[in-house]
């Protein structure tokens, strides 16, 4: 089981730079596939990047491809979004989300494939 805890939100201008870490508990952290998500008021949650238990492979959504950039490091248990030239549409509450090894037969992309989320933080871009 993991714990995730995410931080470094907060309110930006559109333009700016801001990134994301989540803190995952536990000492099997490289075991599990790891994304982000976001989900905007009135809107479903969406996917936003993935990265696999090593780090060596990495997905994006189109909307944030080319401006955000998913690491993880599996010494210090933590996966971070840079996110480079945010836009007001970039706002949302942003997610933490990890995936057990037995899950990676459903998709990357989609919010079944995670069974531990973060609380979240809020990111908000101002035009």
């Known amino acids: 089981q993991v714990q995730l805890v995410e931080s470094g939100g907060g309110l930006v201008q559109t333009g700016d730079s801001l990134r994301l870490s989540c803190a995952a508990s536990g000492r099997t952290f490289s075991t599990y596939d790891m994304a982000w998500f976001r989900q905007a008021p009135g809107k479903e949650r969406e996917f936003v990047a993935h990265?696999?238990?090593?780090?060596?492979?990495?997905d994006y959504a189109d909307s944030v491809k080319g401006r955000f950039t998913i690491s993880r490091d599996n010494v210090k248990n933590t996966v971070d979004l840079q996110m480079n030239s945010l836009k007001p549409e970039d706002s949302a509450v942003y997610y933490c989300?990890?995936?057990?090894?037995?899950?990676?037969?459903?998709?990357?992309?989609?919010?079944?494939?995670?069974?531990?989320w973060g609380q979240g933080t809020q990111v908000t871009v101002s035009s």
């Open positions: 990265i696999d238990r090593s780090g060596t492979a990495t």
């Open positions: 989300a990890a995936a057990p090894r037995y899950r990676s037969i459903l998709s990357k992309l989609s919010e079944l494939r995670y069974n531990y």
